[in-house]
């Protein structure tokens, strides 16, 4: 099966862990394209290609996958778009809202996901599967004390699983359990890249990144995906 | 005429009907507040009341000032679903405070000093809040979630006290309902949601000493919880969609305005940290008022809020000084949220 996974700078993680999986699924071949932000919306249909309509894009996929920059839909069983939408904080506590608001908000954050124009051009070409994850939970740092909201996690999921067919035949993949804390909207700090230093000053004190994730992460997410798949079939 | 000197000599222009209000136009009374204290961009502003203060949060957070949210809604929820919710209308989710006392009983009920009765009204199988009778537009699930809503929204009520540096509050109405066990709801039940027993609710017209206590009751509540805090107290210049005082509309209109005006000179005249904005002065004055209402008379004008909302902003200039501010992104239209306007219902057949 040849999947195509198109997205913005998340991929990066999933890059990782598909490296480090791929002996295991010899039947499986995964083509990841990214460009940063948003960018990715900056591509137009022209036939059965995805063509980037800036320079900037091109040069992402170019360096992203061994492909020459356009993506032909019709080579590929299977589509993950990937990232590309925030998902919410932590802090959130589910609680407090009613369930016609909490409905009207999962309605609303898939209408008005940034990615949709795209998953949409996407959908106009091909009819194999589209799956579909948000950008991954932020981690948390350790003195953080994150909103337990484990039975509207599950409500959310749902929700949202049943929209994204509704609306494009598009399948939602949760972000993995076990890369959650428990409970929560947040993703365990062991899975967050973590300290990096800058490219062009590596004397400068460290950055901490939360919001991107690791190699490990990347190897969980990319194995329940590919084990969701197997499901399916 | 030999003139000599007397008190009135020496007065500024502003105290000089001909001088400050025949000889000039809206935009140049700036002097027509005397502000007691700055609020500045980064000063927490929490805005209550009645439909009048949506207008005030608007323009404070168009002009890059800081309006305080304690409770928002979801993430992912769009500007204008989330206002039909109640939220990003007030500071929180209380629904609109028309009367003072409405005011002290909510407060009464965040602060913990009484309990918010459990009584639930039912439309078509939906729990409505009798104390927000319009905060869910289908209602809620069940009384149990209403009831937790209802104790989120105190929760963030009480939280925004405590952050505030400055409450704004509108005083709208003198007029109420209540039952018999002595709770206030912010409309008639049979109203906007739930029914009307004749035996069960009664109407109330608050009197200047009733109005006045809750103002001082209310500050002082305030006041224990934030002793900082300042209070920014205005008449809402809209005029009662309708009365249950048996007296014309416009009568009882000008009567409740004149208590509730009245009782705010009392309490601000008395405590330094609150103050008046005269956004009822000049909506109501003839001089200025013509042209900030809508054409029937109640409503008031987008572009009257902003006239009167400029004046607020450089008055506080013209005494504190040029403040820099970063202006937000444009917001979408929205609808105010004004559930007194359901009373024009029931004026609508005849």
């Known amino acids: ?106 309605k609303e954050r898939v209408k008005t996901c940034p990615v949709l124009p795209f998953i949409e051009r996407l959908r106009s070409v091909t009819d194999a599967p589209i799956d579909f994850m948000m950008n991954p939970y932020p981690a948390l740092p350790a003195d953080c004390d994150p909103v337990p909201v484990v039975e509207f996690l599950r409500e959310d999921i749902e929700v949202t699983t049943q929209l994204w067919n509704e609306l494009l035949n598009v399948r939602f993949v949760p972000q993995p359990e076990e890369t959650l804390i428990e409970g929560n909207r947040a993703t365990k700090l062991e899975f967050a890249k973590g300290e990096y230093s800058k490219p062009d000053d590596p004397d400068a004190p460290p950055m901490i990144d939360l919001r991107h994730m690791n190699a490990a992460f990347g190897k969980v997410s990319v194995a329940r995906y590919l084990d969701g798949l197997a499901g399916l079939v | 005429m030999n003139v000599t000197p007397n008190p009135y000599s020496s007065l500024p ?121 319009r905060i869910e537009p289908h209602g809620f699930e069940d009384k149990e979630e209403m009831l937790r809503c209802r104790e989120m929204s105190l929760e963030a009520f009480r939280e925004s006290i405590r952050r505030a540096g400055v409450l704004v509050f509108t005083l709208g109405l003198t007029e109420r309902w209540l039952d018999k066990a002595g709770f206030e709801y912010p409309m008639c039940p049979g109203t906007a949601a739930g029914e009307f027993d004749p035996e069960m609710h009664f109407f109330d017209n608050l009197d200047y000493a009733e109005t006045t206590r809750a103002l001082n009751d209310v500050t002082a509540m305030f006041r224990a919880e934030n002793p900082e805090l300042k209070i920014l107290l205005t008449v809402s210049p809209v005029p009662l969609t309708a009365t249950a005082s048996q007296a014309h509309v416009m009568a009882a209109t000008v009567r409740s305005k004149s208590i509730l005006r009245a009782a705010a000179d009392s309490v601000v005249a008395n405590d330094e940290m609150v103050d008046y904005f005269p956004s009822y002065e000049i909506f ?17 004008s987008a572009d009257g809020v902003r006239q009167v909302m400029d004046l607020f902003f450089r008055a506080q200039v013209s005494k504190f000084g040029e403040v820099e501010v970063n202006l937000p992104e444009e917001d979408d239209l929205y609808d105010l949220i004004c559930e007194e306007e359901i009373l024009d219902f029931f004026g609508a057949e005849r």
């Open chain 2, 13 to 133: 222009a502003s105290a000089f009907w001909k001088l400050s209000v025949t000889n000039r136009n809206l935009q140049e009374q700036v002097d027509i507040w005397n502000p007691k204290y700055p609020i500045k961009p980064n000063t927490p502003v929490v805005t209550y009341g009645s439909c009048f203060a949506q207008h005030i949060g608007r323009a404070l957070k168009a002009r890059g000032y800081s309006w305080l949210e304690t409770e928002v809604s979801p993430f992912g929820m769009r500007a204008q679903t989330a206002r039909s919710f109640g939220y990003s209308v007030f500071s929180s989710r209380s629904g609109n405070i028309y009367t003072p006392t409405y005011l002290r009983q909510w407060t009464e009920w965040a602060l913990g000093k009484n309990s918010a009765p459990d009584i639930c009204w039912y439309d078509k199988g939906r729990a409505i809040d009798p104390f927000r009778p």
């Open chain 2, 284 to 300: 109501s004055s003839p001089v200025f008022g013509r042209g900030l209402f809508e054409p029937n008379w109640r409503s008031v």
């Open chain 1, 1 to 106: 099966m040849k999947i195509c996974v198109l997205g913005n700078s998340f991929c990066i993680a999933l890059g990782m862990g598909w490296d480090e999986l791929r002996v295991f699924y010899p039947e499986i071949s995964m083509s990841i394209f990214f460009s940063p932000g948003r960018s990715i919306l900056n591509t137009e249909i022209r036939g059965s290609k995805i063509v980037p309509t800036d320079k900037r894009v091109l040069e992402y996929f170019q360096q992203s996958s061994s492909w020459q920059g356009e993506i032909d839909v019709a080579e590929f069983d299977r589509f993950l778009v990937y990232g590309l939408h925030p998902v919410p904080p932590s802090i959130q506590n589910d609680r407090a809202f009613s369930r016609a608001v909490r409905l009207a908000a999962y």
